[in-house]
């Protein structure tokens, strides 16, 4: 079956530090990727997207590139805020569902 | 405003007490799903609905009930709740899955039950 593995947390940055958040994934076909991010207290929010291969998703300063040679789609920001701090979950679309990752808690220190 | 609404967003029952949970979505959307989300566990799935009186198991049904209606509403029933569903519970609607760029699932803010 489909199934996503994303970086452990939690991680912890300085603010204005660069980030990477790791996601892998394992699918038959040609799923489309997500990443969305749950801030406290409330429900998850797509924050960008990938629906075929070399595609690039972008939104808020985060970038994420769909690599179906290595299987990935790394969530990448060049300069994090305290706002950005949350929980980031992977996932893919496939078989009729969406499959996530366990989620990457993310804490900014100002 | 577009959105998916849960209710209650807290609740605390004891062992065996049937409870409901309700979801209702304003976007006409055909796919509906329940999720809970578990420390360490991320979100796994419940059950999901294609559309009206189509209803499915996700990953961990056990324990709980759905019904599809009606398009927008889509209730989540445990019928005699245990301590091992203490968790907090998400629904989510999408216009539909598995067609690229319509994959988006829009979510409720979350119920967090605990079941003592």
Known sequence: GNSVTQMEGPVTLSEEAFLTINCTYT????????WYVQYPGEGLQLLLK??????KGSNKGFEATYRKETTSFHLEKGSVQVSDSAVYFCALTGNEKL???TGTRLTIIP | EAQVTQNPRYLITVTGKKLTVTCSQNM????MSWYRQDP????RQIYYSMNVEVTDKGDVPEGYKVSRKEKRNFPLILESPSPNQTSLYFCASSPSLGQGARDIQYFGAGTRLSVL
């Open chain 1, 99 to 101: 499959t996530f990752g």
């Open chain 1, 50 to 55: 990938a629906t075929k291969a070399d595609d």
């Open chain 1, 27 to 34: 699918a038959t076909g040609y799923p489309s990727l997500f």
């Open chain 2, 28 to 31: 006409n959307h055909e796919y």
């Open chain 2, 40 to 43: 360490g566990l991320g979100l």
